[in-house]
Structures are given as C-alpha cells and as structure tokens.
C-alpha cells in the first residue's frame, strides 16, 4: 500500500523512513542520517513543497486522509533537513552539541 | 554607525540615571552564596510567570510546578472561575500531594479534589481539608485548620503569576507598570497554536537571560541563520535597536522590521525552503490578521517595527513579532549555575495545513538558533567562573543586560538591609 497519494508517487521512496509524526523523530531521523541521504531528499522534496501544501489544504486540518497527513509530514521532514542542507553543510548546527532543545508538545498534526 | 537617533544624553544607558557606563562584576552569577540570596530576595518574593489560563480550562483542571528557586513545588488549579496556587504538600506529614509516577516531575490532569497518596487525605479546589482518615485517631484535630497554604495567584492577559511573600509589598499589576501592561489587549488568548520546548543548561539564569537582553550578538552568533551571501554584511552591519525602554525592574527592546521581510528581498538572499514555505527565521510571511493590536507592543512607535521583547523581572519574557505570533521565555535557576529554559511559540489556530507548514518552519528555527544561544552561554559560564577576570564592559546596545544585574542586586541589597 503506497503512503502517499498517488500524485507524489516520486517521493513514495522516502516515506517509509521520513513521515513521521513529532519534531522529536524527525530531529532524530536528521541526526542520525548521512548528508548525503540529507541531500536528496531535500532535491526531491524542494520542488513539490507548493504542490504538496495546495494538496494537503484541500482538507481540513482535524479531518485529514493518512495519505495527505502523512504528506503533510513528509514536509515538515523536509523542513527539518533545510538546516542541514542550506545553512549548516553538517547535521547538527556548529557548535551546539552540549546542550539539547526538546520539543515537548506541538500542533498535530 | 548610529542608524537610530539615541536620547539626548548620548545614549540610552545615560538617559537612565541609576545606570553607570563602568564595567560590571559576574561575581552575582558565579556564586553560591549569592543565589541563596537571590531565592530569598527575588524569587520568594516577586510576582513569577507560571503559565497561562488556556492549561486550565475549567473547574478542576490543574497543573503542578516545580520551582526549586524558591524551594518548593506548587499546585495551580480553576476552582470555578478562580484560579488558584497552592504549595504541593499535605498538612499530615509534609507528602508532596500532586504527584505521578516520579515525585521530582511535574504532572497536570483533572480533579475534583486531591487526595494524598500516602495516609489518604483530601483537599477540596479550594484548599480545604475534606477528609482525615481514621479523624478519631487524632488528638483535638480541627480539619479547618489543616488547609493546603495559599500561594498568592493572579492573572494578567492570560498568563497566571503567584507570589511567595507572605504578604507581596505589590499587587500584579502594580508590578508589572504600565509599559507591560500596555501589552494586555493582545490577543493572547485567540492564540493557541503552541510548540512548547526545554532544555537544562549549566549557566547561570541571569547569564542565560543576558542572551536574550541583548541582539548585539545575534549577528555573530546567529549569523549562520541567514543565507551564505548575506552573512559577511549581516556581521558586518552589525546591531542596533532603535529602542529601549526601562520601566521599574523591567526592560524591553524594539528591533526595526526591514531585515524581517524576505518577501521584499531579491530570492537570492533567501533560503529556498523560506521561499517554498513562505516563512522563516522571523515567521511565516502571511501576516496573521490579529485585528487592532494595543500601541503598547510598539512603544517607541517604530516604523517599519519587527519585534518587541518584554523582559518581566524576573525571569520571564514575551517577544512578540511582526508577522502576527509571538514567543515566551523562561529561565528557572535549579542551581546557581544552572538553569531550565523553556521556550513557548504561539499563534493563532492554523486553518490550513500550508498555515502549519510555515509555522514549523518558524518552531524549527527558534531551535536552531537557541541551541545556539544555550551552548554558547555554558561557555560563557565556564569563562565568567575561572575567577580570573572580575569586570566585565558592556556597550549601549547591552544597556538591558545591565540594568538587569542592577535590579537583581538592588533586591538582595534591600533584603540584606531589611534582615540587618
Ligand atoms: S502525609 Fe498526606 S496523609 Fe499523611
Ligand atoms: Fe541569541
């Protein structure tokens, strides 16, 4: 059964690993992965982000089919690897491995 | 550089009388004894943040805090249409009466009395003694005097505070003054879309707090925020505010807007994901429509205005932005040279999954960039407590920063006064 809809069936590859559901699993997801694996998902996902958000926004938020909420999350995944990728060239911002920042709650989804 | 005009004294620092322009002493945040002081002084007796009215909705809803500033832990809880503040222990043997699964963590949920886990009495909303088992067993036990103890508790837009005097020497309001209570009318209320975070810290709350005080290092530290191109002209450029304000303990400072507005920028000197998300650093580009905001939340009337940050002394802040959001911050000292911060971003309910796409964009940034500042200031903190170096310059752009070491050692000096 594909996880997304059948419109961004290109990104089906990554949604095993990348739709997730808090902050806290894809800060995680991000740590643990290589540039590399970074890097693509990031090229993948970059182009489809305006067409993603016009799908998703055809629903309302509280009552969103698990595909588009699991396109949703494919998204804030990509938003979560944009630092890596633009800014830091590493997956972790410089110089910030002493101390953590936990989200401890957030909007779902 | 002078982008903005300063006060006729020269500079903001100067246009406050009780400041000085000397350097200034860390030793308050490098010492033991100082803090003790500090909890008895600051913490145990001026009006403290501890959350907002939206965590307790209705009758029964209650939420615990630790607080180990002020060596306790407390119960915050509606009672009807009161919301009150109660010290977590039971009037038997002292058990901390709100409690789950780990008695050092705070823990919130809903009840219609509280009873004590350990030999079974109960405490009405109200405080009240309802029940002592086996009363007989007691020796001329009158319940009505076995109450939870009062915190004193108020509410000023939404947000609950409790004072630990016995008596505070100021109602709520009186604190706070009338720059933050110009910023009451915001709609605080409507906004309820909240990312909550937290880290602990080895630095001191003050130390800690400094970093938020000041943007003189925002473009050094967080330059990396922006994109490659505009980095050596961000630091370059520098920082100035085009306004500061002090009133009583508390501070706020004013950034102008035009680095705020990507939209106006040439897309090369914004990040592709900004662009696909239409948000940022600064928030989503899509101003939230809020209505009519209160001119208070702009008090030196600046145009174009970014962001506003309100200190509350002690250790509590409201930044609230441009684009229509705002964030809090919170600085709990656990020791004297440690700290838990948490961080609080709000907005108005998202009505579209696009909506909540940018504000993940906004929730990621406000991570990076305070990852950022907690690491940096546990260096700090490591530098300050050498004991090498003992004064310490501060610029007109950290005029906060010090009017802030001024205000908390003001208040340990009045205390040590007033104890003799
Ligand atoms: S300590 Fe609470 S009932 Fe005994
Ligand atoms: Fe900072």
Known sequence: MPMLPSEFSGLERYAGKWCLATENERWKARMSSGMEELQELYDAVLPLVPEAMAYCDKFPLDDMPEDAVNLLRLVYSFVMVSFAVELWAQTYPPDTRGTDFVRLSEPLP | ?420
């Open chain 2, 1 to 420: 550089m002078a982008r903005y005009p300063k006060p006729a004294e020269g500079s903001w620092t100067q246009h406050y009388p009780h400041l000085d322009t000397k350097p200034i002493s860390f030793e308050d945040s490098t010492s033991r004894e100082w803090y003790e002081l500090e909890k008895e002084a600051i913490f145990k007796r001026s009006w403290l943040k501890v959350g907002r009215v939206e965590e307790v909705p209705k009758s029964g809803r209650y939420f615990t805090r630790e607080i180990p500033a002020a060596d306790t832990s407390i119960i915050v809880v509606r009672d009807g249409e009161d919301v009150r503040a109660f010290h977590n222990i039971c009037r038997h043997r002292g058990n901390k009466l709100v409690w789950s699964d780990f008695p050092q963590e705070e823990t919130a949920g809903t009840a219609r009395q509280f009873t004590c886990k350990y030999h079974g009495w109960r405490y009405g909303l109200d405080g009240a003694c309802t029940f002592v088992q086996q009363e007989s067993e007691f020796f001329d036990l009158d319940k009505a005097e076995y109450g939870l103890v009062p915190v004193h508790c108020d509410t000023f837009a939404g947000f609950i505070f409790v004072n630990f005097a016995d008596q505070p020497s100021q109602s709520l309001r009186d604190y706070l003054g009338p720059m933050l209570l110009g910023v009451e009318d915001y709609p605080f209320h409507e906004m309820t879309d909240r990312y909550a975070f937290k880290v602990e810290c080895r630095a001191n709350w003050k130390v800690f707090s400094d970093a938020f005080l000041e943007f003189y290092h925002a473009p050094v530290v967080h330059v990396g925020q922006h994109p490659r191109a505009l980095r050596a002209m961000i630091t370059a450029g520098g920082y100035e505010a085009p306004h500061y304000q002090l009133d009583g303990p508390h501070g706020v400072v004013t950034t102008a807007g035009s680095l705020h507005r990507s939209w106006e920028m040439p897309p090369e000197n914004v990040k592709p994901a900004d662009l696909a998300t239409r948000s940022g650093l600064f928030g989503p580009w899509e101003q939230s429509d809020l209505g009519e905001l209160p001119p208070g939340i702009n008090p030196g009337k600046i145009n174009p205005w970014g962001l506003s940050s309100f200190q509350f002394f002690p250790n509590f802040a409201i930044l609230i932005w441009e684009a229509g959001w705002y964030n809090t911050h919170q600085y709990w000292p656990t020791s004297h040279n440690s700290l838990i911060f948490e961080g609080n971003v709000y907005s108005l309910p998202a009505k579209s999954a696009s909506e909540r796409v940018g504000r993940e964009m906004a929730a990621v940034s406000f991570k990076e960039y305070s990852l950022q500042d907690a690491n940096t200031l546990e260096a700090t903190q490591m530098g300050i407590e050498a004991g090498v170096i003992h004064q310490w310059p501060l610029n007109d752009q950290e005029v906060l920063v010090r009017h802030f070491h001024h205000e908390a050692a003001q208040r340990v000096a009045d205390y040590q006064r007033e104890k003799g």
